[in-house]
């Protein structure tokens, strides 16, 4: 039997670390653009796992957030400014972890992006060149 598959990440000042198991429900990219202003980049990528198989495992008290919509909250290192997950309080057994605050770089394998939401939103000059599915607003997926 092998042991279940997990991943670690954390901040870029190594403040908060964390831990994810199994699978996430699904990894997708955000073109919003409160999205693409809190992640500095064209879009925010997203992997949501069940509240269970999340562990925080070390810096609670270096964690800070902001309420961007009602019930949601991003958390972010106070000291590096780094955001690293969201919460939902319409979706409490869930956990946005931000995809490449996981440790393996650029590609810590197996989180392939499944969808892309808000692209109405998306930077002007940033062109999508995958064949993922799109979405000009929102869809439920999950």
Aim: charged share 20%; net charge negative.
């Amino acid at each position: 039997m092998s042991a279940e598959r997990g991943f670690a990440g954390g901040c870029l000042c190594g403040a908060v670390r964390y831990r994810v198991t199994g699978v996430p429900f699904e990894t997708y990219h955000c073109h919003c653009g409160m999205c693409r202003r809190m992640q500095g980049a064209a879009f925010g990528t997203y992997s949501i796992w069940p509240t269970e198989r999340f562990t925080l495992d070390r810096g609670a008290d270096a964690l800070d957030s902001h309420e961007c919509s009602p019930g949601s909250k991003r958390h972010f290192c106070r000291t590096c400014g780094c955001n690293v997950l969201a919460w939902n309080d319409s979706d409490p057994g869930k956990v946005w972890v931000v995809t490449p605050t996981l440790d393996g770089g650029a590609d810590p394998g197996g989180l392939d992006a499944a969808y892309h939401i808000f692209v109405g939103h998306k930077a002007a000059w940033y062109e999508i060149a995958d064949e993922l599915p799109q979405w000009y607003e929102w869809e439920e997926t999950t």
